[in-house]
């Protein structure tokens, strides 16, 4: 038997938030949790192609905040905010509210978030694209970006084989157990004509050491990389560019 939790899940309320954000009663809470689920799958399969990573729901009195974070922004909003007015209206027939507000929050690194990557291989499996070159793309793109870690794991149909199957690849250092190890984690599905194939994303984004905001709408300034890494990655850069210099100098003397 596998005793395996959610990478999410295991680290809420230690260096990660809730996406939904409210206070339910004994009566309204299996509503209100429901609600939450209607708005999710509908804003899913409504803005189909608008690069979601994850919805954030918030309740106040008599008011609906929707946070939407998204790697294109431009296909949500629309010409004129025209789209987004129309969403708008669409969730006040769903929930049967009134004042219903949405927020877009753009995701700058979309490298960096799992499930934007997990749709990213799951697109190109669809179009047949061959799954081992799309998932390696994938994951030199995401380490590029400064992750410390990814894992890719498939599972399926692979390649249209009549026999399904699961294949794993890992680069760099993924830490499943370690809490203080900000952990993305996704799990998306690829529709094809042989069927469906699962594929599982983690992203390790590095180590989270002092107290950390857990508002899910909270974006830290380096957006999930490393800082440390990266300053170091410079560093390594104006050595190596010193030295090429200094070379070069030396040769035409």
Partial sequence: MGQKANPIGNRLGIIRGWDSNWFGSKNDF?????????????????INKGGISKIVIERT????????????????????????????????KLTGKDDVQINILEIRRPELDATIVGDTI????????????????A???????????IKVKLSGRLGGA??????????????????RMDIDYANVFAQTVYGKIGIKVWICKGEVLGKRELNPNFVSKNE?????????????????????DDRRGGGRR
């Fill in 30 to 46: 299996a509503d209100k949790l429901i609600e939450d689920n209607k708005i999710r799958t509908y804003l899913n399969a409504r």
């Fill in 61 to 92: 009195l008599g008011k609906l905040i929707v946070t939407i974070h998204t790697s294109k922004p431009g296909i949500i909003i629309g010409k004129g905010g025209g789209e987004v007015d129309r969403v708008k209206e669409e969730l006040k």
């Fill in 122 to 137: 799951a697109r190109q499996i669809e179009n047949r694209i061959n799954f081992k070159r799309a998932t390696k793309m």
């Fill in 139 to 149: 994951i030199a793109s995401t380490l590029r970006m400064g992750a410390e870690g």
């Fill in 162 to 179: 009549e026999i399904a199957r699961s294949e794993e690849f890992k680069q760099g250092r993924v830490p499943l157990h370690t809490f």
């Fill in 224 to 244: 999930g990389g490393n800082d440390r890494r990266e300053r170091g990655g410079d560093r390594r850069d104006d050595r190596r560019g010193g030295g090429r």
